[in-house]
């Protein structure tokens, strides 16, 4: 496959190549790829922990489900979101 990059985009790949990061022009257009990839991924995993922290606080309303006396649910999933 034959590829044709603008200066703007030879100039990003020689600069990549330069970084000593990458040896070849394919790595730094796969290495791109992979990383646009996983960002495209990230909001359908996010989505998939909004949904499972939401079923996990309505079971426990139905079910009024605690931790203790001084803690519930929520504070401890905003504790697991500090780290």
Do not use: C, W
């Not at 990003?12 to 070849?24: D, K």
């Not at 499972?52 to 079910?63: C, I, K, P, T, Y």
């Amino acid at each position: 496959m034959d590829i044709h990059l603008d200066s703007r985009g030879e100039h990003l790949i020689e600069r990549q190549l330069r970084s000593g990061r990458y040896h070849s022009a394919e790595q730094v257009v796969v290495g791109a790829l992979e990383a646009l990839n996983q960002s495209e991924q990230a909001p359908t995993q996010n989505d998939e922990r909004r949904r499972a922290v939401q079923d996990m606080l309505a079971f426990a309303g139905e079910h009024r489900f605690t931790l203790g006396e001084d803690l519930n649910l929520r504070d401890l999933i905003h504790e697991g979101h500090k780290y």
